[in-house]
Each structure stands twice: as structure tokens, then as C-alpha cells.
T-cell receptor, first 115, second 111 residues
Framework: GAVVSQHPSWVICKSGTSVKIECRSLDFQATTMFWYRQFPKQSLMLMATSNEGSKATYEQGVEKDKFLINHASLTLSTLTVTSAHPEDSSFYIC???????????FGPGTRLTVL | GQSLEQPSEVTAVEGAIVQMNCTYQTSGFYGLSWYQQHDGGAPTFLSYNALDGLEETGRFSSFLSRSDSYGYLLLQELQMKDSASYFCAVKRSGATNKLIFGTGTLLAVQP
């Protein structure tokens, strides 16, 4: 099956710094990837749709200048959390669609802790 | 607005059958998916319904009624490893594979 990886799996940073998270599709090409955020014991909230070679589409309420998304190739999308604050601490998960798009394949997630 | 409601918690015993419901209200609907997520892990795909009726995959079955905006996931022969969160997700029409997730049901399987 399709495999999606994320790096790093966890990161701790100081308030005010920026953190980059990578999402890679390992055995298929993904023109579209998705970024989600999940707080403890809550659901996955779609943040943005990452489109290869074009600008990302952000969901309502998500600050595009704070959460920078770059999808420079068919196998890599990056999410940069700029000027991170403790309230940005969360589990960030990416996904990529497969085939006829009945399924999405999820990465293992990145746990971000901002001190 | 959009909403997908699921019961927050369900408890069942090993070997039993459990049904987890999902009611949705979305602008545009293409299909309903189900995902399993163990604590701290990534969601994994279980099942997908685009048409009314029952889809069966091993111990897992999923049902959809588009007219009622309702679906459910049925797990048979419960095992301890089935303890996890289960999310329904709507694939919206007109959007490229975009999923909106439900509130999730935490299933606890007891011996």
C-alpha cells in the first residue's frame, strides 16, 4: 500500500521560533497533500490543502502567514509553523490521496511542543 | 455549517459486536469513510461508502443511508486490539479528495 512519512516525529521548540515539518509520499506521486492538526482527545481538523506547484488552500480560520505550506515536488510537502507559541502545540498529521481517491494515506504525525 | 456527530465513547466486551454511528450535515456529499486511530498514531483507512447499503471487509462493515445522512461502522468478534478511536469522514463533492472528520468515538474493549 501507499506509504507516507513525516519528519520529525516529534519536536520541542522555544516560543517565537519556527519549525518545519516534512511530509513525503514514498512510493507514489501526490499532486495533492493535506495537513491536519489534532489536539488531545479531539478530532482531526483540516488546516490546508497543499497543491504541487501552486499555492496552498487554507481552511477558514487558519492563518496562512503563520502556517506556511510548500509543495515543491510530487513527493514532498512542508509545513512551517512560524513564530510558534505554546497554543500551537499539537499533533500535526499530513495525508495524501491514493488512486481513485476513495482513501487518504496518513503520515505517522509530528508532535509539536512549544515551550 | 458542517457537522459530523458521533457518540463520544462506547464500551464492549471481547467477542461481541459493536455499532458506532455517524450523522452528518455537510454542504456537498460524495461519500463516507471510516478511519481507526490508536492513541498517538496515524489514522488508518477502514471502509468507504459512496452508495447506500452495506460494505463488508472482514470483521468490519460500514453502512450508509444518504437520505437519512447517516452511517455506521460495525465491528464483529471484537478483540482487545480494536480499542481505539474511530472517525467517520465525509468526502465532499467538488473538492479534490477533501475529508471532513467527525468528532470520533473512543471504543474500549474489555476482557
Amino acid at each position: 500500500g501507499a506509504v507516507v512519512s513525516q519528519h520529525p516525529s516529534w519536536v520541542i521548540c522555544k516560543s517565537g521560533t519556527s519549525v518545519k515539518i516534512e511530509c513525503r509520499s514514498l512510493d507514489f506521486q501526490a499532486t495533492t497533500m493535506f495537513w491536519y492538526r489534532q489536539f488531545p482527545k479531539q478530532s482531526l481538523m483540516l488546516m490546508a490543502t497543499s497543491n504541487e506547484g501552486s499555492k496552498a488552500t487554507y481552511e477558514q480560520g487558519v492563518e496562512k502567514d503563520k502556517f506556511l505550506i510548500n509543495h515543491a515536488s510530487l513527493t514532498l510537502s512542508t509545513l512551517t509553523v512560524t513564530s510558534a507559541h505554546p497554543e500551537d502545540s499539537s499533533f500535526y498529521i499530513c495525508s495524501a490521496g491514493g488512486g481513485l481517491a476513495d482513501t487518504q494515506y496518513f503520515g505517522p504525525g509530528t508532535r509539536l511542543t512549544v515551550l | 455549517g458542517q457537522s459530523l456527530e458521533q457518540p463520544s465513547e462506547v464500551t464492549a466486551v471481547e467477542g461481541a459486536i459493536v455499532q458506532m454511528n455517524c450523522t452528518y450535515q455537510t454542504s456537498g456529499f460524495y461519500g463516507l469513510s471510516w478511519y481507526q486511530q490508536h492513541d498517538g498514531g496515524a489514522p488508518t483507512f477502514l471502509s468507504y461508502n459512496a452508495l447506500d447499503g452495506l460494505e463488508e471487509t472482514g470483521r468490519f462493515s460500514s453502512f450508509l443511508s444518504r437520505s437519512d445522512s447517516y452511517g455506521y461502522l460495525l465491528l464483529q468478534e471484537l478483540q482487545m486490539k480494536d480499542s481505539a478511536s474511530y472517525f467517520c469522514a465525509v468526502k465532499r463533492s467538488g473538492a479534490t479528495n477533501k475529508l471532513i472528520f467527525g468528532t470520533g468515538t473512543l471504543l474500549a474493549v474489555q476482557p
